[in-house]
């Protein structure tokens, strides 16, 4: 059985539950896990890349290279 498949048996069998605390269980879980799985793969930045990203938005807010957050929420519409 491939991941697909796996996952479409998954969702059938959760579809059926009726127990909200093993529901409750299961959503728990898969938070933990996504979040676990971000934890992984954001990393920090070092002092030295922090620093030339600020300088770089300095030198974007001085060019104007830069949106209101009206026009941001604006172009967010689009993103639906």
Do not use: C, G
């Not at 059938?12 to 979040?35: A, H, W």
């Amino acid at each position: 059985m491939d991941l697909q498949e796996r996952k479409i048996h998954f969702i059938q069998d959760f579809l059926r539950l009726n127990d909200e605390e093993v529901i409750n269980v299961l959503e728990n879980t898969l938070k933990s896990e996504k979040s676990r799985m971000l934890s992984r793969r954001v990393k920090p930045y070092t002092i030295d890349e922090f620093n030339e990203k600020i300088d770089r938005s300095e030198e974007d807010a001085k060019n104007n290279r830069v949106r209101t957050i009206d026009e941001l929420k604006e172009e967010m519409k689009s993103w639906r």
